[in-house]
Antibody, heavy 117, light 107 residues
């Protein structure tokens, strides 16, 4: 069974940093392209970024609102993908989900709440 | 960036109704279109990818159609568990923007 478990969310002040983790199991993580998607309270879904598998180059891509502030990385030995968030703004307040898939997101974690205030 | 719109933004329906939700891309995205269902407090669930391919495990009452700029998600006979918010997403080019969502609630 595929499982994705996010952690690391919490309350942080504007300008601060936070690192989210997403621990994966139930599939060959090293072959997977992984994404982060967020959802502000009461709002819709926003794609944050993606990291390809190392065999496909390990390339990262980001949405404009987070580019230069957020970094996605992966540790295939730990089956974990990370989202390092720096220079946080109040508008980054959201539930952050990790999700599998290069072009569609077939498995999702339960999400972790980040509050910037 | 390829912006997405959805209509309606919300609709009220009854169990057994046929429900249609429309998604429009600002430019042609071929069939690079996904549909997700999200219930309150839960993660989204993939229903349809490549505009019309039913995701494994998704009920067959869900279907998708369209190509280019105009797409449709149809629920052939609404079931109680289908009351939720539905999002389209283009995966033609990064960033993979989602539509604003359509909330389906009880009439």
């Amino acid at each position: 069974e595929v499982q994705l478990v996010e952690s690391g969310g919490g309350l942080v002040k504007p300008g601060g940093s936070l690192r989210l983790s997403c621990a994966a199991s139930g599939f060959t993580f090293s072959n997977a392209w992984m994404n982060w998607v967020r959802q502000a309270p009461g709002k819709g879904l926003e794609w944050v970024g993606r990291i390809k598998s190392k065999v496909d180059g390990g390339t990262t891509h980001y949405a404009a609102p987070v580019k230069g502030r957020f970094t996605i990385s992966r540790d295939d030995s730990q089956n974990t993908v990370y989202l390092q968030m720096n220079s946080l703004k109040t508008e980054d307040t959201a539930v952050y989900y990790c999700a599998t898939g290069g072009y569609f997101h077939d498995f999702w974690g339960q999400g972790t709440l980040v509050t910037v205030s | 960036d390829i912006q997405m719109t959805q209509s309606p933004s919300s609709l009220s329906a009854s169990v057994g109704d046929r429900v249609t939700i429309t998604c429009r891309a600002r430019q042609s995205i071929s069939n690079y279109l996904n549909w997700y269902q999200q219930k309150p407090g839960k993660a989204p669930k993939l229903l349809i990818h490549a505009a019309s391919s039913l995701q494994s495990g998704a009920p067959s009452r869900f279907s998708g159609s369209g190509s280019g700029t105009d797409f449709t998600l149809t629920i052939s006979s609404l079931q109680p568990e289908d009351f939720a918010t539905y999002y389209c997403q283009q995966n033609y080019s990064i960033p993979f923007i989602f539509g604003p969502g359509t909330n389906v609630d009880v009439k």
